[in-house]
Nanobody, 125 residues
Framework: QVQLVESGGGLVQAGDSLRLSCAASRRTYAMGWFRQARGKEREFVAGISWNGVTTSYADSVKGRFTISRDTARNTVYLQMSSLKFEDTAVYYC?????????????????????WGQGTQVTVSS
């Protein structure tokens, strides 16, 4: 089992920046961030491969969000800049327990085995 604990959410104004963190209880492979706005389905935001070389982003956040990881700390980050009202959602960290290729990353939620409890990000317009 892997426990994932997100932190860093909060209330910000449009145009502000925020950094989310997700600490894993042990080593994981590919990791991702998903989000779910009220009344909407959960959607992929960003993913990063085991070795951190490969990243993937949803079109809606490209150029504004950056995912990174600190393997030594078993932690993944999501740096969010130029936040928009539509970025308001609960953000979830996810981890894959399958040792795919070190450069593998997925935007599919069913590829991830462990999920955090979520952290709320609210962007006021």
């Amino acid at each position: 089992q892997v426990q994932l604990v997100e932190s860093g959410g909060g209330l910000v104004q449009a145009g502000d920046s925020l950094r989310l963190s997700c600490a894993a209880s042990r080593r994981t492979y590919a990791m991702g961030w998903f989000r779910q706005a009220r009344g909407k389905e959960r959607e992929f935001v960003a993913g990063i491969s085991w070795n951190g070389v490969t990243t993937s982003y949803a079109d809606s956040v490209k150029g504004r969000f950056t995912i990174s990881r600190d393997t030594a700390r078993n932690t993944v980050y999501l740096q969010m800049s130029s936040l928009k009202f539509e970025d308001t959602a609960v953000y979830y960290c996810a981890a894959d327990s399958t040792p795919h290729s070190s450069i593998w990353v997925s935007d599919l939620s069913n590829e991830y085995d462990y999920w955090g409890q979520g952290t709320q990000v609210t962007v006021s317009s």
